[in-house]
Nanobody, 127 residues
Framework: QVQLAESGGVLVQAGGSLRLSCSAS????????MGWFRQAPGKEREFVAA????????YYPDSSKGRFTISRDNTDNTVYLQMMRLKPEDTAVYYC????????????????????WGKGTLVTVSS
């Protein structure tokens, strides 16, 4: 089992920046892929970013490129999502996710590959 705990969600003005954190505990993270999804009100959950824990390689959908950066810290088992130039449409509950099952990073974009979910943290971007 892997336990995930997100933090950092707040109310922020459009154009601002925010960093979310996800603390992981439980099984070894050596072969894990971790990432972020988000779900806006009335919409389906969507993939935001992924990182391979072992080498730190990352993957983003086109919608995240240029504004969002995912990283991980091996020393304290934490994954971060740095978000810049936030827009009101970025308002959502952001979920940390993890899986040992994905072969390629891009496969993690399918939420059905996710084995573990955090409870989510709310990010609200005001216009």
């Amino acid at each position: 089992q892997v336990q995930l705990a997100e933090s950092g969600g707040v109310l922020v003005q459009a154009g601002g920046s925010l960093r979310l954190s996800c603390s992981a505990s439980g099984r070894t993270l050596r072969s894990i892929t971790m990432g972020w999804f988000r779900q806006a009100p009335g919409k389906e959950r969507e993939f935001v970013a992924a990182v391979r824990w072992s080498e730190g390689s990352t993957y983003y959908p086109d919608s995240s490129k240029g504004r969002f950066t995912i990283s991980r810290d091996n020393t304290d088992n934490t994954v971060y999502l740095q978000m810049m130039r936030l827009k009101p449409e970025d308002t959502a509950v952001y979920y940390c996710a993890a899986s040992y099952l994905v072969g390629s990073l891009s496969a993690f974009s399918n939420e059905h590959t996710v084995q573990y979910w955090g409870k989510g943290t709310l990010v609200t971007v005001s216009s």
